[in-house]
């Protein structure tokens, strides 16, 4: 099959699979689309909103429609490394044997992420990375393709552990979940307080999603939009002598080149699905609040002004 049918062939399944989502999760269009971006070029995704706006079931019916497994771990301030990752347990022959932990999955939802103290958050951050966990010496390989969608709850950060700069980095996209319109939630109470109960169909598989993963890595750019989303991250760091006084003024630390990568990739997923065979400078933008928005740390005069990291990638941009 050529690249270009493979192509058509994505935007029709990313539209089978949008249509398969709507039956269960009402809205957060623009959500699920980032989420399926970061999924179709192998990223992971931490989704920071309030309690109660279905992020749990969201993650769960997106894996069923892309026929992966799932499981979700909550995280809590007394879960040890081994709770994630398994350990080691003596047989009756005397003999160790590697029980494996839920991190053993597809796809993970890591509940609460900040509420699990460093160690335990360490832990999680080789398997994103390396696609790998080591127990006793030993590496154990993760089965592909793998996930990560860690929730974050942006109210209560009484007894939390804010995770480091350098996990917050691994995660492709970070996702502002919103309050549902009116409207939505009236649908959204309608639909879950009868006796119906609706099934997804799986869409995809984990070869299947594999196969576009490799599709999004042929897809060309060009120079000018490479040129353009490094130009955009550069533009984050305060300490260069190019940098705008504005920059200058509120920011502490910019993004590294970890997010050039992932707006360069993110274009090209961003534009496949829109049926085009090759990502613009508008891919770039598209992606680009969810890709910046965790990798940009404002200063106090930032805070005590209130200006939000998306005003300062929308003056950017």
Do not use: C
């Amino acid at each position: 099959m050529s690249d270009v049918t493979a192509v058509q062939n994505l935007v029709a399944k990313h539209q089978d699979l949008k249509r398969e989502i709507a039956k269960i999760i009402v809205g957060q269009d623009a959500v699920i689309e980032q989420i399926l971006l970061s999924i179709y070029t192998g990223g992971h995704s931490l989704l920071i909103g309030v309690p109660g706006l279905a992020k749990t079931l969201m993650v769960n019916t997106i894996a069923q429609t892309l026929g992966l497994d799932f499981k979700r771990i909550q995280f809590t301030p007394d879960l040890m490394p081994s709770d994630i990752l398994g350990s080691e347990i003596l047989d009756q022959n005397r003999n160790f044997k590697f029980i494996k932990g839920p991190i053993f999955s597809n796809i993970i939802l890591a509940d609460e992420i900040n509420r699990t103290p460093p160690k335990t958050q360490a832990a999680l951050l080789e398997a994103m990375q390396e696609r790998a966990v080591t127990i006793a010496g030993q590496q154990h390989k993760l089965e592909l393709p793998y996930f990560v969608l860690a929730t974050q709850n942006p109210i209560e950060q009484e007894g939390t552990y804010p995770l480091p700069e350098a996990q917050l980095d691994r995660f492709m996209f970070a996702i502002e979940l919103k309050y549902p319109s009116v409207a939505e939630e009236i649908q959204v109470v309608k639909a879950t307080t009868d006796d119906s109960t609706p099934t997804v169909n799986s869409i995809l598989s984990a070869e299947a999603i594999l196969e576009v993963q490799h599709l999004i890595r042929r897809i060309p750019v060009p120079d000018n939009v490479v040129d353009y989303a490094v130009k955009l991250v550069h533009s984050t760091r305060p300490n260069l002598e190019s940098s705008s006084d504005f920059v200058k003024q509120y920011i502490d630390w910019g993004a590294g080149p970890r997010a050039s990568q992932n707006l360069v990739l993110g274009a090209k997923a961003h534009a496949a699905i829109n049926g085009k065979f090759s990502p613009d400078i508008e891919d770039v933008k598209a992606v680009a609040k969810d890709i910046l928005r965790h990798r940009i740390i404002k200063n106090y005069k930032a805070e005590a002004e209130g200006i939000s990291e998306e005003d300062i990638i929308v003056k950017l941009l």
